[in-house]
């Protein structure tokens, strides 16, 4: 089945017996059992509910694994596969990273005794030089969030292969639409599916999908064993968001590479961040390796006044947290998503107090346009 097919068709039970179009909502939080000896197949909902197993089947064949779980936010998926993880144990993981993942990872995480080594993965060499003899895992974002860097899926998984540790991504940006990591050798793929998955900004959630059954089993027991799983209701509304997944992303992602453009020319924006622009360092591994550069672009103004001018002077795009929202959001990475990061962190990063990033929604290309081109102007002026 293609991929716009398996979205609309991929998340039905077929034992389901009234043969609902809509994905039947079950509540319950316990299931009677004829025998107890042998419990059926749900016995109670932090356990497995079957509106949250018909997502988790949905998400393992949109990315192409073998076990989806379905957790009650990103930073819940990301928590648990991390929990797979020993004290003494050690992570690799991507410079340019969401703010709460490199929060989790230096604060609950470090005291609890998981190590974390931060390295540019754009540059296999310095991957390759983190990984120790206690590393357990690769974990990366491609395009990563906020400065849109790409790294080779092939190379890091193929490398973390022959080191003999898992290859974990946050594949947020991207979703299975346009980017199918496990198909590249990585292991584990991660979704704050609060983002384009839900797409709607009216849910938080998270997902995960493991490449192999053993692995899928080895989550399940964390999932099972910490409990943040997704409530019904959520998985609901998450499977539909994610029937128009496709239609919603393509749309972004083409206005995004309008506005890329244009911003890329107007001489109040110092750089444009956005793996569709062919002078984008990773312009011709993004072309590679995924079906399109996705809907969200970040950029830098002059200096940090004029960033601050400009987002005030936005009408349409919400200034807000989060993105791939049906409604174009904006925001200061450096005081929202990023605020976790200590400053000197973050300027080693190269994210500034200049920077922008905006999730482009479905409102007309013109009329964003002719948005940004007022704000720039405004920006420009103040300076
Ligand atoms: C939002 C986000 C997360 C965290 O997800 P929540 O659903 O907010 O917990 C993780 N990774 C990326 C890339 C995100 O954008």
């Not at 197949?41 to 997502?55: C, E, H, K, L, M």
């Not at 399940?220 to 998985?235: I, T």
Request: aromatic share 6%; proline share 6%; charged share 20%.
């Amino acid at each position: 089945m293609d991929f716009t097919t398996l979205l609309i068709h991929g998340g039905q039970d077929p034992d389901e017996p009234y043969g609902d179009l809509s994905l039947p909502l079950h509540t319950a939080s316990t299931f009677a059992q004829a025998d107890p000896a042998r419990p059926g197949r749900f016995d109670y909902a932090r356990s497995g509910n079957p509106t949250r197993q018909a997502v988790e089947t949905h998400i393992a064949a949109l990315e192409g694994g073998e076990r989806g779980l379905a957790f009650a936010s990103g930073m819940a998926a990301i928590t648990s596969v991390l929990l797979l993880f020993s004290p003494g144990d050690h992570i690799v993981a991507g410079r340019d990273l969401y703010g709460g993942a490199y929060r989790v990872l230096t604060t609950v995480f470090a005291r609890w005794g998981l190590e974390t080594t931060f390295v540019d993965t754009t540059d296999p060499d310095a991957l390759d030089k983190a990984i120790g003899p206690r590393t357990k895992a690769v974990y990366i974002e491609s395009p990563s969030n906020p400065l849109l860097t790409v790294t080779d899926l092939g190379a890091v998984a193929a490398l973390a292969k022959a080191r003999g540790v898992l290859a974990i991504i946050d594949n947020t940006f991207m979703t299975p639409f346009l980017q199918r990591p496990l198909a590249h050798g990585f292991d584990i793929a991660l979704h704050s599916a609060t983002k384009f998955l839900g797409g709607h900004s009216d849910l938080v959630a998270g997902l995960a999908v493991t490449a192999d059954a053993d692995l899928g089993r080895r989550l399940y027991a964390v999932q099972n064993a910490c409990g943040a799983v997704l409530g019904p209701q959520d998985c609901w509304l998450l499977a539909r968001g994610m029937r128009t997944l496709a239609v919603r992303l393509a749309a972004e992602q083409q206005t995004a590479r309008q506005l890329a453009t244009w911003l890329a020319a107007r001489p109040e924006v110092a750089r444009v961040h956005y793996p569709g622009l062919p002078d984008h360092p990773g312009h011709a591994i993004q072309a590679r390796q995924a079906d399109g550069p996705g809907a969200v672009l970040s950029f830098e103004l002059a200096h940090a006044q004029a960033a601050a001018t400009f987002m005030r002077a936005m009408r349409l795009p919400k200034v807000a947290v989060s993105l791939g929202g049906v409604e174009s959001i904006l925001s200061h990475p450096a005081a929202m998503s990023h605020a976790a990061m200590p400053p000197a962190e973050r300027a080693a990063r190269g994210i500034t107090d200049a920077l922008v990033r905006l999730s482009v929604g479905l409102e007309s290309a013109a009329d964003l346009q002719e948005d940004l081109d007022r704000a720039l102007r405004a920006a420009a002026d103040a300076a």
